[in-house]
């Protein structure tokens, strides 16, 4: 046990010494989580909308000013062409349009009916569906208002049919406010790319410079070095974790749902997990270059899959899978579980097998991977 | 002049020696075009969903068989009281749940009224609205088989047209996107070691006697990632079009153009990173940590900026990649011509001259 304090005493002197890595481990992070919750918003509001109304009737001014005043649109234009109207689609200033052809009250009024064409600016996928659904729902409102004016015009009744009257709560975050459910994921992806990167760059530094082959020739064991590289940055990382925690509470207000010594459990855990894998990066390169994009090559593809971005639910079959094979997706799971919903041991125990069998692979890989004689 | 190719050759054989960051630096845009094509989409599917059936009578299975042939969701053992639906929450096994009243058919039938209740998980709030929306339009349609609504009189019937897109190709989006995150960081992460790694292993005092001037070994050290760079981007360029069926609508020259500028102007910021920092780990912490999130969110791919703060909305207008992902969706994707974007080609050659003039003034040419 002696040598190993030694070790660790390396260590922390030599994360002290560098104020430069202290700051991208304990600022960096801060200031992060504190901004980019208030960025990551996937809600679509505010379509912008242009209008070439070639009618210039009641109706059409009624229609335009209806979509105008529905809260979803933005009228950024009243075109008098096509042409002028598309040519804010490609500048960008207009997501779709829409266009009332000639005699448009004309054919409503004498036939009944009347097409109208709308094109929407579909690279954008998302947008572009949502904002069809508003404004053909925007449309159908308008179809039916002018159905209740003329009906009641004429004394004509409206029939009354058998309604199911669909009620709706949102339990856990009843204002359906962003923020609970992308705080918990940024802070596990912020915890992650620190402990990642920096337990990345550790051993091949030391390689690097050359100062490893002082430690190859020291009565060190393999298990002993790894483990002297882990502990400083497990606590690092429990401090980020913290840090985070009150960072989420002071500015964000939230505070975890369910029990926080569950919680710094499966930190504690994943963070075993995690750190393994970025010794057995490092472990593996020969330069601080090589292990940072290799590093980055896993982390980039642990993210996007993590369900961070999109649900895991969504992918494909395979997708699942693989998503499953990798940590980050479960303890980004567990925090929002744990932090939004109070789920307690019982209910979360099966993640907590998982993570404890990534923290038990990774790091048996590392410490085998690690060469004393080269 | 003649020693400029000389150098430039050196650090071509550093970046060549090291096979694995090649097969990264090649192997991360094949994954993420794949990712991105076939794994991600925004779309919500195999929503987990748990019913409460009180009422066990025709109308409600009815619903529940709609619900089931539905692709968006997946229907999990039910439940059996009130109390184990948050049970089920609290395991993260579903993501929405169905009430119906023990009496429901009685009164659709009695006061034309009846009730269901949706319970949504609320701390996802993406889901929690599609869900409801989805949950809505299954139960308007069985609602509008009871009993058809009379056809309204007057009807305004919609055409939409997707331009741009028409088969709704969900990878169009996300390809400019994935182009202008991968340079921005790989592009920036690579040159930002270039100038600190000489420093850090000491041959750095080498490159300083030698009579070639300070620019010429920013240039030399610029060029190899540069030409790998262009590699990459004919790489991603050929995946788009032949894998994920991406219909390149504009000008290649044009294409080709502005990505080297934009390339420039990483590499520029990679080398602004070099000179300020004294060792690899910093600067690679700086380019790739420090940037990463920043760049997934401000480039406008994944959130859109207009609904940001205003204050983020002006931060947004430094980040490289953001001119760059407007201009390749303008030209790649909607075929418009150079008149659309000289704005965003200025800002972006502005912001590369200025990042490299600042590069410049910072590389030391003494040793201390």
């Known amino acids: 046990m002696r040598v190993l304090g030694f070790i660790l005493q390396k260590e922390f002197r030599q994360i002290f010494r560098d104020k430069t890595i202290l700051a991208m481990m304990f600022v960096v992070p801060t200031v992060q989580l504190v901004i980019l919750p208030l960025a990551a918003n996937f809600e679509v509001k505010n379509i912008n909308i242009s209008v070439v109304d070639y009618d210039r009737s009641t109706y059409s001014q009624r229609l335009i000013y209806k979509i105008a005043s529905s809260g979803y649109f933005r009228l950024v234009g009243n075109t008098v062409s096509y042409n002028d109207a598309l040519e804010l689609i490609e500048k960008n200033e207009a997501d779709m349009m829409l266009e009332i052809p000639h005699g448009f009250e004309r054919n409503l009024v004498r036939e009944g009916s009347q097409q109208l064409n709308i094109s929407a600016d579909a690279i954008n996928g998302t947008k572009s569906s949502i904002g069809g659904g508003y404004l053909t729902a925007v449309l159908a409102d308008f179809n039916s208002s002018l159905d209740v004016n003329i009906k009641s015009a004429n004394g004509g009744n409206i029939m009354q049919s058998p309604r199911i009257e669909i009620t709706y709560s949102d339990w856990f975050n009843p204002r359906r406010e962003y923020k609970y459910y992308m705080v918990p994921g940024i802070l596990v992806l912020l915890l992650t790319l620190i402990g990642g990167f920096i337990t990345a760059l550790n051993i091949v ?13 020291t009565p060190i064991k393999k298990w002993q070095f790894i483990l002297g590289k882990l502990i400083p940055f497990w606590i690092v990382g429990i401090i980020v974790f913290t840090v985070g925690l009150i960072v989420m509470y002071l500015v964000y207000g939230i505070f975890p749902e369910g029990s926080i010594p569950l919680l710094y459990l499966f930190a504690a855990v994943y963070l075993v997990a995690l750190l393994g894998f970025g010794l057995l990066i490092s472990t593996f390169s020969n330069s601080q270059l090589q292990a940072m994009f290799v590093a980055f090559f896993f982390m980039m593809i642990f993210m ?50 998982y993570l404890s069998g990534f923290a038990l692979l990774l790091n048996s890989c590392a410490i085998l991977n690690y060469r004393k004689t080269s | 002049m003649k020693q400029l190719p000389a150098f430039i050759r050196k650090e071509f054989y550093h970046v060549f020696r090291d096979k694995r960051t090649l097969l990264i630096l090649f192997g991360l845009p094949v994954v993420q075009i794949i990712l991105f094509g076939y794994a991600l989409s925004n779309e919500v599917k195999n929503i987990g969903i748990t019913i409460l059936d009180n009422a066990h009578d025709n109308n409600s299975e009815q619903i529940i068989n709609r619900i089931k042939t539905s ?7 039910p439940v059996l009281k009130y109390s184990d639906i948050e049970e089920k929450f609290k395991e993260g096994s579903i993501k929405c749940a169905l009430v119906f009243p023990p009496d429901f058919t009685g009164e659709l039938g009695h006061s034309g009224n009846a009730q269901i209740q949706i319970i949504t998980d609320g701390s996802d709030p993406n889901t929690a609205t599609i869900v409801v929306n989805y949950l809505t339009a299954i139960i308007s349609g069985y609602q509008q088989q009871l009993k058809p609504a009379p056809r309204l009189s007057y009807q305004i019937i919609p055409q939409i047209r997707q331009l741009y897109n028409e088969e709704q190709n969900g990878s169009v989006n996300f390809i400019p996107g994935v182009i202008a995150l991968i340079f921005m960081i790989v592009c920036t992460a690579l040159t930002s070691v270039s100038v600190v790694r000489e420093k850090e292993l000491g041959t750095m005092e080498i490159l300083l006697v030698s009579p070639l001037k300070p620019i010429l070994v920013l240039i030399a050290k610029v060029v190899p990632y540069l030409v790998l760079s262009i590699v990459n981007f004919i790489i991603i360029l050929t995946l788009s079009v032949y894998l994920l069926d991406v219909q390149i609508k504009g000008n290649l020259v044009l294409i080709f153009a502005e990505s080297i500028l934009f390339i420039i102007t990483c590499l520029s910021l990679g080398l602004l990173i070099s000179n300020v920092t004294n060792s690899q780990q910093t600067a690679m912490l700086i380019s790739m940590m420090g940037m990463m999130l920043p760049t997934i969110l401000f480039t406008g791919f994944m959130f859109p900026i207009e609904n940001m703060p205003w204050i983020f909305r002006a931060i947004s207008h430094v980040i490289p990649s953001r001119y760059y992902f407007i201009i390749i969706k303008a030209v790649m994707l909607k075929g418009l011509g150079f008149r659309y974007i000289w704005q965003e080609t200025l800002i972006l050659a502005g912001m590369a001259i200025f990042l490299l003039t600042i590069a410049l003034k910072n590389f030391k040419i003494r040793l201390s």
């Open chain 1, 205 to 217: 530094r030391e390689k690097e410079i050359g100062t490893i082959e002082q430690i190859n020739v």
């Open chain 2, 71 to 77: 692709s968006y969701f997946l229907v999990k053992d």
């Open chain 1, 304 to 353: 996007l899959m993590s369900g961070f971005f999109t649900s895991v639910d969504s992918m494909p079959d395979w997708a699942r899978k693989f998503s499953n094979l990798t940590p980050v997706t479960h303890f980004i799971a567990v925090v929002r579980l744990i932090v939004l919903k109070g789920s307690g041991f019982r209910q979360v125990k099966t993640e907590l097998l």
